[in-house]
């Protein structure tokens, strides 16, 4: 397989949860179960746009937020990706937790073998 194809493999997933105690369980849980290889944390403040009635982000009219928030950025595999989301959805305490995916184009050869590897 070649490079590019290999990198493919891996993939970063992004979510937010409310508190870094919440971030910690949720991401050891991820690597203790095998979803994931590292999950890194990052304290962030959050700007968005929220309609509490719909449960979602609604219209125009949804009020406008800010919170301090976690970041996790979740190193994992594509072939991972279906049970990593299906855990932090089972798990997370949002109602509508963020779960963005990014394909990268490159990663360092050695790091990925250790992703996939902690992965598999």
């Known amino acids: 397989m070649s490079e590019p194809e290999t990198a493919q493999r891996a993939l970063l997933l992004l979510t937010t949860t409310a508190d870094d105690e919440s971030a910690r369980l949720l991401a050891r849980t991820l690597v203790e179960e095998g979803l994931a290889a590292c999950v890194t944390r990052h304290a962030v403040k959050s700007v968005y746009r929220w309609d509490s009635e719909a449960g979602a982000a609604g219209s125009r009219e949804a009020a406008i937020c800010e919170d301090d928030e976690v970041l996790l950025v979740i190193k994992s595999s594509r072939e991972r990706q279906g049970a990593l989301e299906a855990r932090i959805l089972a798990l997370h305490s949002y109602e509508c937790p963020e779960l963005v995916a990014?394909?990268?184009?490159?990663?360092?050869?050695?790091?990925?073998?250790?992703?996939?590897?902690?992965?598999?």
């Open 102 to 120: 990014i394909e990268p184009d490159h990663v360092e050869a050695k790091y990925l073998a250790w992703l996939l590897a902690a992965c598999s």
